[in-house]
């Protein structure tokens, strides 16, 4: 037996949008299961998630995955916040989709993130002119050479990272507008995708203290003629991955556009900065749905369309989504029999 050192790692109470905390327990390895991992506590008033004179909140373990950084078997752990009582927190969007993912269990949802994110050296975009803006966009999606990309070190290392701990990343790239990148996980189930997006996030950000350089997942990083970040959630379900596939898609696009305003609002603040109907996105007051079409609210994907099963992409989510709280609307909305009204 020896001593291993456990990151707990929780979103607190911040709003609009949650942000990630964690703190550190040494408890006696190695540890194989989550179950074997004692609950701990936090003091909820430091993170906006309780007033001081009452401020014990609770940390249960959920989600293992080894720490890539301390190495060993030194481990990650993804947490669910209660209240003392034992009720659950409201901050803690994971109680929700869990319930979910459990009643619905039978249709297998698979999820699939696209993670749009932008590095900030300081006050600005990393590689950009101490004045002004460097060259417009068109030649930095995919783009390789120190005059198109910056920070790949940090989106290797990144990368490495992620795949050590057994996340499952299925790719990155970089992406429009100069120091913005992406990375994707999944396909996996929805508690999946969500834990391991919320891990993926606290590696960039850990990762990024050792460069000097901060990520942001604000939607719109810079204004005017820069692309928005966002974050593509790309969704199936059984039915839709096999043949005939594509009619129960176009049904859940159907769906979806009679819930356009209840996602809207669980889809990330500030978005109506980057759904503007430019740069790649639909209007936020509208929704479409379409073919290969990336000015929609949902892209059936070509393949898709070709093979007449597949996958659904929507695109409304922004950078700073909730994942917890997207997987949950997409399975209220499409998974159920009935829909549930607004
Ligand atoms: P694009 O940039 O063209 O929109 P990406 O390649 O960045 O697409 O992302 C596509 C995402 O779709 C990946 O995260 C992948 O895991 C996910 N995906 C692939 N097949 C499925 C599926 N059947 N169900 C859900 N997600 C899927
Ligand atoms: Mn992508
Ligand atoms: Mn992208
Ligand atoms: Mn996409």
Redo the contacts with the bound molecule.
Sequence with gaps: MSKIRVEYIWTDGHLPTAKLRSKTKIVDGPVKDVSELPEWGFDGSSTEQAEGHFSDCLLKPVRLALDPIRGGDNLLVMCEVFNADGTVHASNARAALRELAEKHADQEA?????QEYTFFDGIKPLGWPDNGFPAPQGGYYCGVGSDEVYGRDIVEDHMESCILAGI?M??I?AEVMPGQW?F?????GPLDVADEVWLARWLLYRIGEDYGVSATLHPKPVKGDWNGAGA?T???TKA??EPGGLAVIEEACKKLGKTHEKHIVQYGAHNEERLTGLHETCSMQDFKYGISD?GASI?I?MQTANDGF??L?D?RPSANMDPYKVCAALMETVCADELVPA
């Design positions: 698979w999820f699939g993130i696209e499952e299925s790719g790239n992406e994707q996980i999944g396909p996996v593509h790309n969704f199936s839709m991955r990336r892209r994907p597949g996958y992409e695109r």
